[in-house]
């Protein structure tokens, strides 16, 4: 019943990562494939958010999506439904993805004719960060019930992301989250970061992430 | 003006973890220490459960917190106020705590005439699930937004957990959380896991989590 593959990546067996995915990101700019690398904590919103993307964005560009997981393929399946081109990386264990992971999903996917590729990466803040994927730039979603005090506490992840949703605005009044905190925790960390506060529930801020992206898939082309 | 310390814990140089961690719980069952590992996402509540836990507990036991976190000291300072006594370890950028950095914890630490021991673990669904610290158990807080099928995508996190306190009940209305559901998958990964609704902030739930941990204290001591 389901088109989509599952792969099963293997650890990288290179120590330079950072060449490996400076090659991998040459080739997909020669190809004029934008790679996005999502990352986020468990249950944040990331395959809701991405849903919301596809479907705005689907008549306007070719998307495929990889989804990494540890060994389940439920995100992959609410994806394809989609209608969107998927595919489930399984990293077996492993808590993150690494450029050679990652070029191992783009080459089993077939990623000619896309114009855009969203990597989900594993669900953690710690791990992921530390690898560059490859990817044209880094998104984060970050979820209101999560707490404005999180870009202190990840340093890391925050500094290397080019954008940060911060997703559930529905629910801001349920907890205590202040955005201006979070904004100045963010910019404290990376003062280039846009945020961009969005709920992908309701659709609250996410034409300003599509147009991030439109923008950003656009110059990758230019 | 903090009375607690920092300390930076270095990766382990063992290659048998499950040795040193089964050292360790030995030696602290000598001791009577009951060493409880707490483990969960970033920003489930890990450490206002921790605040009020100590709160119920702190006149029926001495009780000492090791916060683990890759380089703020936000938590530790919370703790200390409430008057226990605290340590922040600092893993420098590591995902996860062993057998041994647990240990060099608590040689810093102190851990004589103490009863229970909360080692506040890095908010990680994934890392933390596969090194064994030593602990007498392992327990973790899933939160109400993170959603129900958390047990299906980390599943080695919820086979080694113990306990399972679902945090933040008082937001249940406004998510799509299935309690039933949630019961279940966590069933699926560890059958024994004892499944606790709770709310740090109310206090909803908070008496049979007491409880669970006294039980636990006391048969360690026995």
Request: charged fraction near 30%; glycine fraction near 6%; proline fraction near 4%.
């Amino acid at each position: 019943m389901d088109k989509f593959r599952v792969i099963e990546v293997k650890q990288s067996i290179f120590e330079n990562n950072d060449k490996q995915a400076e090659e991998l990101r040459k080739e997909l700019k020669e190809q004029g494939v934008y790679l996005l690398n999502l990352m986020s904590s468990p249950g944040s919103g990331k395959t809701t958010t991405l849903s919301r993307t596809i479907e705005a964005l689907r008549d306007e560009m070719k998307i495929g999506v990889m989804e990494a997981d540890i060994d389940s393929d439920v995100d992959a399946r609410t994806i394809e439904q989609l209608g969107a081109k998927a595919i489930q990386l399984h990293t077996g264990g492993m808590c993150h993805l690494d450029a050679d992971m990652t070029r191992q999903g783009i080459e089993n996917f077939g990623v000619d004719g896309l114009d855009l590729v969203i990597l989900e990466n594993v669900g953690n803040l710690v791990c992921p960060a530390e690898f560059d994927t490859g990817a044209s730039k880094n998104a984060m979603v970050l979820s209101v019930p999560e707490g404005h005090d999180k870009p202190l506490k990840y340093p890391l992840m925050f500094s290397v992301c080019d954008v940060v949703l911060v997703n559930k605005m529905d629910v801001l009044p349920y907890f205590d989250f202040d955005m201006e905190k979070c904004k100045e925790y963010v910019h404290m960390r990376n003062p280039k970061a846009t945020v961009i506060p969005i709920c992908a529930k309701t659709g609250e801020g996410m034409e300003q992430w599509f147009d991030w992206l439109r923008r950003e898939v656009a110059q990758w082309n230019a």
